[in-house]
């Protein structure tokens, strides 16, 4: 059973950075594919960034360009989502997930490609 925990959300002032962190476990997390998505209140669940198996690929949300930058660590089986310049409307419930396709070829921005959630860090931002 595939595990996914989130840590480093907090309460920020905007202009101000954090670090999400996502622990994996329950198979070779090197592997997969790697996302973050997030959801604020009375919204849909959106993607933010992502990063291929190998790590030679991201991609991000035009929203977030420039400010976030997703990273992971195989030895550690763990993925970063670094937040800077952070805005009021980044608030939200910030959730990694881990891609359904072994060493796939592509990289997805769909949340129905993902078939394994972690339970989420909140991340406010003050203006």
């Known amino acids: 059973q595939v595990r996914l925990v989130e840590s480093g959300g907090g309460l920020v002032q905007a202009g101000g950075s954090l670090r999400l962190s996502c622990a994996a476990s329950?198979?070779?997390?090197?592997?997969?594919?790697m996302g973050w998505f997030r959801q604020a209140p009375g919204k849909e669940r959106e993607f933010v960034a992502g990063i291929s198996w190998s790590g030679t690929s991201t991609r991000s949300a035009d929203s977030v360009k420039g400010r976030f930058t997703i990273s992971r660590d195989d030895a550690k089986n763990t993925v970063y989502l670094q937040l800077n310049d952070l805005k009021p409307e980044d608030t939200a419930v910030y959730y990694c997930a881990q891609g359904q396709n072994y060493r796939g070829s592509y990289l997805p921005r769909d949340k129905r490609n993902y078939d394994y959630w972690g339970q989420g860090t909140q991340v406010t931002v003050s203006s």
């Open positions: 329950g198979r070779t997390f090197s592997n997969y594919a």
